[in-house]
């Protein structure tokens, strides 16, 4: 590949860089951007240096819209689980950002803890300070759809208010920011009327900004905002600015025409080498099945394939008792549970109705709208595998099969 990736590799030995595409960008990041970001104090004027956990943080679904359009209660849908701290209403519900993420237990984190953990790629939003980070938190709990993504809920968007859209900081912004910097250092008097030279640089910004536009040949859309920038500023030491340093921008230049492009091929075999099926869990249950899935540890092989038969042990039964007696103190009539008798408890679960309702699907083994002990402790299972984070099958599989019912489930397949 190219040098920078070769360090500390020998002959016929892959480098500990070029391993994922992720640790490539970090070393792109560390030996050719970063370097340009500190000399001409980048951070200060517009976003901090990057840190590891902005590399390899999970992708990040933002979810918007007006108030009470359903925005927290689709987010539960796709999981499949209450969000921790979350309250759905008629009435507008959400009143913070809520960074919705994977998390052994469940449980809430509020902002200001947030921007001071290395392991969240939050730490930027410090500047914003504490009437943001007051309505900022992070809900924390164990489910697979999180295992994949994260996702960001967020307070309702007034109807016709008008939104400011500020430009992201692109990488033509690294490049005009050098050009401000080293013109303002250039122009500064070696002794005498510092300050007073400092004013007029500040007021005569805009036209400085056309002059860098003109002569190097820059969009206008690359300039950060002029009134934002001489503000900042104000507070500068211009003299302790430093003057352009052409091998900054050449190895800026390297990286974006070069060493990005030659990281498409290695992007290109992460893809194939991948054993993911994208995000699994929740809503997302049963969309990716195929016969090349893994199968989870409740999963068994189907009738007809190699190992099925009548005798497999019952996954359920080792908690059989302690399912039992719950049925039996639910006062079933004739063996069974009611319906209405078995949604009182389900109810109680505080799982999602959608989540319910399949895990009833599943239970009702005989489709009688009833529940026998078998049926209810097959159910139980299956609200605290879910309780627990995991995924609910698509279909029940042979070894979730209450015993009565295999063969009777077999024939009338």
Not at 99 to 119: Q, R, Y
Not at 184 to 207: A, H, W
Not at 313 to 342: H, M, R
Not at 360 to 385: C, N, P, Q, T, Y
Request: charged share 25%; net charge negative; with cysteine.
């Amino acid at each position: 590949m190219f040098s920078w990736l070769k360090r500390g590799g020998g002959r016929g030995q892959q480098p500990e860089a070029i391993r994922t595409v992720t640790s490539a960008l970090k070393e792109l990041y560390r030996t050719k951007l970063l370097p340009l970001e500190e000399h001409y104090r980048f951070g200060a004027f517009h976003s901090p240096a990057l840190e590891d956990a902005d590399f390899d943080g999970k992708p990040m679904v933002l979810v918007a819209g007006q108030y009470s359009t359903g925005k927290t209660s689709f987010i539960q849908y796709l999981l499949e689980q209450e969000v921790p701290g979350s309250r759905v209403g008629p009435e507008p519900t959400t009143d913070c950002f809520v960074a919705v993420m994977h998390g052994e237990t469940e449980g809430t984190v509020p902002g200001n803890a947030l921007v001071v953990d290395p392991e969240k790629p939050f730490r930027k939003l410090n500047p914003f300070g504490n009437t943001f980070l007051n309505r900022f938190m992070c809900a924390q709990l164990p489910n697979q759809v999180l295992e994949s993504i994260s996702i960001i809920d967020t307070p309702g968007i007034l109807s016709g208010a008008k939104q400011r859209v500020s430009r992201g900081t692109g990488l033509g912004w690294y490049v005009v920011h050098t050009y401000i910097i080293s013109y303002l250092k250039k122009e500064m008097p070696s002794v005498f009327g510092k300050e007073n030279k400092k004013k007029q640089l500040i007021l005569k910004l805009p036209v400085i900004f056309a002059k860098i536009q003109l002569e190097h040949h820059i969009s206008p859309g690359d300039f950060p905002d002029c009134q934002k920038m001489q503000e900042l500023l104000m507070v500068h030491d211009f003299t302790k600015f430093h003057s352009l340093k052409p091998k900054l921008l050449e190895a800026l230049d390297e990286m974006l025409t070069h060493d990005i492009a030659k990281l498409m091929p290695l992007l290109r075999q992460e893809e194939l080498e991948s054993t993911e099926v994208g995000v699994q869990g929740g809503a997302f249950e049963g969309t990716h099945m195929g016969p090349f899935v893994e199968r989870g540890p409740d999963e068994a092989l189907e009738d007809g394939e190699e190992g099925s038969d009548d005798e497999a042990e019952w996954v359920v039964t080792k908690d059989k008792s302690k399912y039992d007696e719950i049925f039996y103190n639910l006062a079933p009539a004739d063996g069974k549970l009611s319906g209405s008798k078995a949604k009182t408890w389900m109810v109680g679960t505080k799982l999602p109705n959608s989540v319910l309702g399949r895990i009833w699907k599943l239970s009702d083994v005989d489709r009688d709208g009833m529940l026998d002990d078998e049926e209810f402790a097959l159910a139980s299972h299956l609200i605290e595998a879910k309780l627990e984070g995991h995924g609910l099958p698509a279909n029940l599989p042979r070894r979730l099969v209450p015993p009565s019912k295999r063969r009777q489930k077999g024939s009338a397949e």
